[in-house]
């Protein structure tokens, strides 16, 4: 007889992406349940899948009204997905695991390294763990506490304040945009208490962990800021400039208009930080200009730091294929980078990541032209926002059928793993070629 093959251990990205599959399948399950929502009965399949999905891609995208639709419990599972998919599948397991036998095998091990994407090596994923899910709930701790603060002196209870504070900073951290009020925040948008502790949480939150860590060894000392730390920071600060004065200048006499000139620049500031792929809002977002949602699309399709619990293709990938570009204007022979020189495997990442975002993104657009009325505009919006994970809306998901509200799932769910990770998790067992094809050359441009 013959001997059997040997057992093929899992790749870290396809046990990344089951374990997305089961919490999904667990969450859909748990929203379906009577006791999630106000309605008797349960809720049928597709709005619980799209919800459970949104939460758990940390996206915001919603089919319903959450803050009326969905029970406490239903609410709490909400919250919950959202804290599991910022954090990570395979980290929260590998966490329980610590807890629970207080040794990690190598498999787990790897299936941390890959969702968190931290740094150190794999005998140091435990302890890099443990500071994520501190560093995590530190941030969360601090921002709930202000809000709290702040929705106390509006005359909540006690009970009702540290319920919406919890949540709101759970939902602005992981960069959900999930919120307990039905206009979400619009009603704070004068509201610096509220609009800006959300905004910190939803920066922070975005950085990404390897950039925050190294923010705290070495805030007072950028020349040993690495090219990651240097590229995120950089890129933040640019495109939260930008895009506060794209929105803030060509939405002043629009959807800005109803406040005063202070509360203009709060709510403009506001929702270019959501563009950074949270999902709130302070100002109607429908009611915006097509060239506002335009410039929208962009940042949200560029997203925020890696590593951390935003979406999209991340800053880091589109400040490569700047430099990529630069490079090439300039004839210059190699791609440098403050002072560094990137390799050409970091070359290939960025275009294949980039390449593969655009693809999924006009497919999606493509398909949700053919499946509803909606314009070009309006339906370029939601994908960019289902893909990079954002959660900002025209007005039209809540009206979207059936199959159009499943190439939003699909997009969400890819937007949160990734192009790459999901195409490594389906993709057939690499065999190594054994020899070079020849060398040629076609005509570029």
């Not at 005998?123 to 560093?135: K, Q």
């Not at 939260?240 to 620049?265: F, K």
């Not at 500031?269 to 949270?278: K, L, P």
């Not at 294929?321 to 190699?334: C, T, Y």
């Amino acid at each position: 007889m013959a001997a059997s093959s040997p057992t093929r251990i899992p790749q870290p990205a396809r046990a990344t992406f089951v374990g997305f599959l089961t919490v999904l399948a667990m969450g859909t399950g748990l929203l379906m349940l009577p006791i999630s929502t106000q309605h008797p009965g349960g809720i049928p399949f597709f709005p619980a899948l799209f919800t459970a999905t949104s939460a758990l891609c940390v996206t915001g995208l919603s089919t319903v009204d959450t803050a009326t639709y969905w029970t406490g419990f239903g609410k709490t599972v909400i919250m919950c997905l959202i804290q599991i998919g910022g954090f990570g599948v395979m980290s929260a397991a590998t966490i329980l695991g610590l807890t629970v036998t207080r040794k990690l095998s190598l498999s787990s091990r790897l299936n941390a390294t890959s969702e968190t994407k931290g740094e150190g090596e794999v005998r140091d994923v435990g302890a890099l763990l443990r500071r994520v899910l501190g560093t995590g709930l530190l941030i969360e701790f601090v921002v709930a506490l202000m809000l709290f603060a702040r929705f106390l002196s509006l005359g909540y209870s006690l009970e009702r304040a540290l319920w919406y504070a919890a949540f709101h900073a759970v939902s602005c951290f992981n960069n959900a945009g999930f919120a307990l009020y039905s206009d979400n925040m619009i009603g704070f948008a004068n509201d610096p208490f509220v609009s800006l502790p959300i905004c910190v949480g939803i920066i922070l939150g975005g950085l990404g962990f390897p950039v925050l860590w190294q923010l705290q060894r070495h805030l007072r000392a950028p020349l040993k800021w690495t090219m990651n730390t240097r590229l995120v920071l950089i890129g933040t600060l640019s495109l939260l400039v930008l895009s506060t004065t794209y929105i803030t200048v060509l939405e002043w006499n629009n959807s800005l208009s109803h406040l005063d000139p202070a509360g203009r620049l709060l709510a403009g500031f506001f929702q270019a930080v959501q563009t950074r792929t949270a999902g709130f809002n302070s100002v109607d977002i429908g009611a915006m200009h097509g060239v506002t949602w335009l410039g929208m699309d962009v940042l949200m399709f560029i997203g925020a730091g890696p590593a951390g619990t935003a979406g999209g293709i991340k800053i880091t990938t589109f400040g490569v294929l700047f430099f990529i570009i630069l490079s090439e204007i300039r004839a210059q022979d190699a791609v440098n980078v403050f002072g560094k020189r990137l390799s050409r495997s970091v070359h290939r990442q960025a275009i294949t990541v980039a390449l593969l975002a655009v693809a999924l993104v006009v497919s999606a657009t493509a398909l949700l032209l053919a499946l509803t009325p909606f314009s070009l505009d309006e339906v370029l919006f939601e994908a960019c926002s289902a893909f990079g994970t954002v959660g900002l809306t025209t007005g039209i998901t809540p009206k979207l059928n059936d199959p159009a509200q499943l190439v939003l799932v699909v997009l969400m769910f890819i937007g949160r793993l990734g192009p790459i990770t999901v195409a490594t998790a389906l993709a057939a067992p690499h065999r190594q070629r054994l020899y070079d094809l020849p060398t040629e050359r076609p005509i570029i441009g």
